[in-house]
DNA sequence: TGACAAGACGACAAATATGTCGTATTTTCT
DNA sequence: AGAAAATACGACATATTTGTCGTCTTGTCA
């Protein structure tokens, strides 16, 4: 069954463990009023909406929405896009990623300066706050991966063998489907045309799991 | 001054650059009572706020209290450099499309009925506002395209040789590279494993032509 | 300057929400 | 098991919101 507005507001008064009465003169209503609210057969207007969420220390989303967390939470990504609740898969995240053009040689935290990235795109299903997007260089992954796909990588996850990743080897980006055996790396392409390399692990700068494909057709 | 729900209310519909008859129109209320919202005479309920945030996509927080920001920002991660507006890409087209988990026998006009709607995905530079997408079926297709990779389609784009679509023939669909040749259409597969067809035009019911490519890895 | 669009707002009717009151049912506690 | 508390809900009155209609003002554009 769908959840209302009235099926939040109950379960946000019951984890406060209070009954009807109570919270009605927290809000400033009568119980009648929050029993039609409760039931769905009214729905409270917007400053109501606030009084409820600030008496039940929800968060006033949740509450309109069903989106995002019921309590805040601080370790909760920033601001992602909340979706109308009819069109809303569970828990799905959206974000807007950078899409960078090329991975600068250097220091990480250089590679998000304006003049490397190149675009934004929209992806669903983003875990990994931290997530970004790159687009790709080279056909070693052919023909899976090509030259001007869209990768997104989760610098969040971890890598396994078996995994397309993005790696820095000595200031050197490459992506490659790794295979990782004891202290060493095995960066496998998947075009025949290109040969495995194997990389010691601690000449590797980062490894980034690649999570998603978005290629033009 | 302390700002209303209606004062945000107004400077969201302004940054929208809509006026108040469209935003009226799009909430599904008139004119008159937007303007009594706007001037703090009367209150929007939930439903019209939850309506009002979609529309002109800012947080229902912030419509409903000022807290925290207007719209969401992209995720992005610790020591992002903030972009210029000109690095922004203009005029892009992000639409939600529907995500067909089979393509029904029959007619065309029936296959958006919830029944076949698995989901929804969110797709970047689409031009053709009639674009959906659809979940794939076999492997037809691999190593390029995969059993469960999205597609998306656009019935409005002219196939050509050379293109991936999707074509129904005898209310039978399948996904393929296509050559057009005379009166008849090749179905080539990608993958060896798979023969190619030779149809007719006229036995043909659809052609669309894929536009982009959704894969998990 | 004039035409038109957009915004503002009052008056009134209709629709809906809220409060009051009372009764019934369910849940909780002793 | 019985009492009390909590919840549910219908009926009706009152309050408020919303829609309709019309008129006026302000802003924009040619």
New binding site residues.
């Given amino acids: 069954m769908k959840e209302t507005i009235g099926d939040r507001l109950r379960s946000a008064r019951e984890r406060k463990e209070m009954?009807?009465?109570t919270l009605a003169a927290k809000i400033?209503?009568?119980?009648?009023?929050l029993?039609?609210?409760?039931?769905g057969?009214?729905?409270?207007?917007g400053v109501?909406i606030t009084t409820i969420a600030r008496v039940t220390n929800v968060q006033p989303t949740w509450l309109l929405t069903g989106d995002g967390e019921m309590y805040p939470s601080p370790a909760r990504p920033a601001n992602m896009y909340e979706l109308s609740p009819s069109h809303r898969r569970r828990n799905m995240r959206r974000a807007e990623l950078p899409v960078i053009s090329s991975v600068p040689a250097g220091k990480v935290a250089t590679m998000f300066h304006p003049d490397y990235v190149d675009d934004y795109v929209t992806v669903d299903d983003v875990k990994d706050s931290g997530a970004f997007a790159l687009k790709v260089k080279g056909n070693s992954m052919a023909p899976r991966i090509e030259d001007g796909d869209i990768v997104v990588v989760s610098p969040q996850a971890e890598a396994r063998s078996g995994d397309i990743c993005v790696i820095r080897v000595n200031d050197e980006d490459t992506l490659k489907k790794v295979k990782l055996e004891g202290n060493y790396i095995h960066l496998i392409p998947l075009n025949p045309e290109f040969d495995p390399v194997t990389v010691r692990k601690r000449d590797v700068n980062f490894i980034w799991k690649v999570v998603k494909l978005i290629k033009e057709l």
Wanted: charged fraction near 35%.
């Fill in positions: 009954d009807q009465a400033g209503v009568v119980t009648r009023t029993q039609r609210w409760e039931r057969d009214q729905v409270p207007d109501a």
